[in-house]
């Protein structure tokens, strides 16, 4: 068992594959392993129907990896420690419990006490609050001339209700200081120029041209080949495989090519019936909806992804600019979007509200709301039924949807799918789906994960009816992502080399795995440290490696088995550590969250490093830096949102 170090780290296990004492680096006899060559099963067993020889890979971009659950707590590690004898504990002093920014954040002489009137002091607890260094408080005061005092009476629906916002004694004359003002409206629809000509739209299944990733290349129609579902019943979040067909994929200026380790761009759409929830709030008519308009913007790169910063003019349709242009559930509110609402609020207790949210005095109530539970602009819409903000407005302060991106998994050189007599040719990924409450009880997914789920479920649902998948046409908006990312940019084809990822995350290296069964290197040996939950549930591609798994792969479970996590893996395995650290041609590859999983891998690094080098916690800090600069040790995050804060994109 790992046992606390008096300096503060933890030790690694004295084992069979774990010599924490030993620091000569050599290569573990112990540890199952496989030297990858070119073998007669190079060909893995298939993901989908019909899809042959592919490998995965992963991106840091990538929202889909589901965080590991923290490790193992100290107190808990003491607590055996004390019941055992092994370490004599020395009780330190206790200290005073800080105070929390947000306790304070209902008295604003408490937050000013702290902050001073320095404004570059606002800064200082940006990250825990609401980003946007607003924490300065103004006390709440009654309007002076005003003799009336009428409270607030806050509006009587669930949606309101679900926001939990705190008014403290806001009323109807509550003189309100610093409110926003009234954000510009930067887009404007004009009748449609030339009704002459047809206006075509294809809103259901692919953007419209202008919504370009990278001008000139458009997005692509990826036609979906198949999926299936990885998890198992049960599963606390589903996995589900992806096959599309890139047969036609436009080629691109050089030699760029979808690679082992890169993963691509999805464009997906907002859902079809938030879309029409929104047009229902907001009270656009029927048979407007799809009636072609010109939009004409002042500046920015909206309606683009990332087009230049310039005045448009161009043709579509309103519901098309709320499909594939605005994300309506992203990310928090802003207050440019509540002041909005509150300039078209005709209740008085509404503007009042909202109002009051873009002020001085309702910073602790703005911050809540943008810390709080998630919320999208529907939901706001439902809370404040009164506001009916104009369509054009509205999208001015709106964020603009983003591509997501999502890892390979497989290798795009060589996965073919015979179609007749022709050849396609099909990549893969593998997608995580995340959900959060909603304010009416049920899930609230992801844009990009949600939308390629039902996809998959219409897949699915054909595939058991006897339907031909292929028939049904369903297509995925997409274009060539991430191919130099760290992981595409390190892969190596020979090398000694360590695939530590949790969750979805192991997928770039199922990827790794099966590009070095094409080489002809005797030498390429493989360790994979996958984690997961519990392997009767979560465990994904299991018997699809190409290879006699148990040979090179162990699996942790944190909630199943012996529940433990990678980072203990780590630990168990410091003679490898050691061993590929200081390899010439050694790497090790670590692939999840960065909270829990990704600092919790890094630091039983460190660990192994404190103990098999004879270090220090900076020397090995050092030590570890050094790899990384020279490419022996890649970490990357597939999400910068994955443990889920609320002012983050959630996929």
Request: proline residues 8%.
């Amino acid at each position: 068992m790992a046992h606390l170090h008096p300096e503060g780290h933890i030790c690694c296990p004295e084992t069979a594959t774990s010599h924490p004492h030993d620091p000569i680096p050599s290569e573990p006899k112990e540890i199952p392993q496989v030297a990858l060559a070119a073998i007669d099963n190079r060909q893995s067993s298939q993901s989908s129907a019909n899809s042959i020889n592919y490998t995965s890979s992963s991106d840091p971009e990538s929202p889909l990896t589901p965080a590991t659950e923290p490790e193992l707590q100290f107190d808990h590690f003491l607590e055996e420690l004390k019941d055992e004898g092994t370490v004599q504990i020395t009780p330190t002093p206790r200290r005073e419990r800080r105070t929390s920014p947000k306790a304070v954040s209902s008295d604003p002489a408490e937050v000013r006490k702290i902050l001073g009137e320095s404004e570059s002091n606002a800064r200082l607890i940006d990250k825990a609050c609401c980003g946007e260094g607003c924490c300065k408080l103004e006390a709440l005061e009654l309007d002076p001339e005003s003799r009336n005092h009428l409270p607030v009476i806050v509006p009587d629906n669930d949606a309101f209700q679900s926001l939990r916002l705190k008014l403290g004694a806001l009323s109807l004359d509550s003189r309100l200081t610093k409110t926003l003002d009234l954000p510009s409206q930067t887009v404007s629809f004009i009748p449609y120029s030339d009704p002459a000509v047809p206006y075509g739209s294809s809103v259901q299944k692919h953007p419209p041209r202008f919504v370009t990733p990278h001008p000139p290349y458009e997005v692509f129609s990826a036609k979906l080949h198949h999926a299936r579902e990885l998890t198992k019943p049960g599963a606390e979040k589903k996995t589900y495989h992806f096959d599309l067909d890139i047969t036609d994929y436009p080629k691109e200026s050089g030699t760029v090519d979808f690679v082992v380790g890169g993963a691509i761009g999805v464009c997906a759409p907002n859902d079809e019936s938030v879309v029409d929830e929104l047009f229902d709030r907001l009270g656009v008519l029927r048979h407007v909806r799809d009636k072609p308009i010109t939009l004409k913007t002042t500046g920015g790169r909206w309606p683009t992804i990332w087009g230049d910063d310039m005045s448009r003019q161009l043709t579509t349709t309103r519901r098309e600019l709320l499909t594939w242009c605005s994300d309506l559930q992203s990310y928090p509110p802003t207050k440019p979007l509540l002041r909005v609402l509150a300039e078209y609020a005709d209740a008085p207790n509404e503007k009042k509200i909202l109002l009051y949210l873009s002020s001085a005095q309702g910073q602790a109530a703005f911050c809540d709301l943008r810390t709080g539970p998630h919320l999208t602009i529907t939901q706001l819409l439902h809370a404040f039924p009164s506001s009916k903000p104009p369509l054009p407005h509205l999208i001015s302060v709106l964020s603009t949807l983003m591509p997501r991106f999502y890892s390979l998994s497989q290798d795009p050189l060589v996965s073919y799918q015979r179609d007749g007599t022709q050849c396609r040719r099909i990549i893969e990924m593998a997608v995580t789906v995340h959900e959060t409450p909603n304010w009416r009880g049920g899930p609230r997914k992801g844009v990009g994960s949600g939308f390629l789920e039902r996809q998959a479920r219409r897949i699915m649902t054909a595939t058991e009816q006897g339907i031909d998948p292929v028939s049904l046409d369903l297509r995925v908006p997409m274009f060539r992502g991430l191919m130099a990312n760290p992981l595409a940019r390190q892969f190596c084809m020979d090398g000694p080399m360590m695939l530590i990822g949790s969750g979805v995350g192991i997928a770039p290296f199922r990827g790794f795995v099966h590009r070095r069964l094409m080489s002809e290197n005797i030498t390429n040996k493989v360790w994979v440290v996958q984690g997961i939950r519990d392997s009767l549930l979560d465990e994904i591609y299991s018997g699809d490696w190409g290879v006699n798994e148990d040979k090179i792969k162990t699996i942790v479970q944190s909630r199943g088995g012996n529940h433990e996590y990678v980072q203990d893996a780590v630990r168990h395995q410091a003679d490898l550590v050691w061993f590929l650290l200081n390899a010439l041609d050694g790497r090790i590859f670590v692939c999840g969250s960065q909270k829990g999983m990704g600092e919790g891998v890094e630091q039983a690094i460190v660990d192994v490093v404190i103990d098999k080098g004879n270090l220090n916690g900076d020397e090995a800090m050092a030590f570890l830096e050094g790899k990384k600069k020279e490419g022996q040790y890649i970490a990357v995050s597939l999400a910068t949102t994955r443990t889920i804060r609320r002012g983050d994109v959630v996929d």
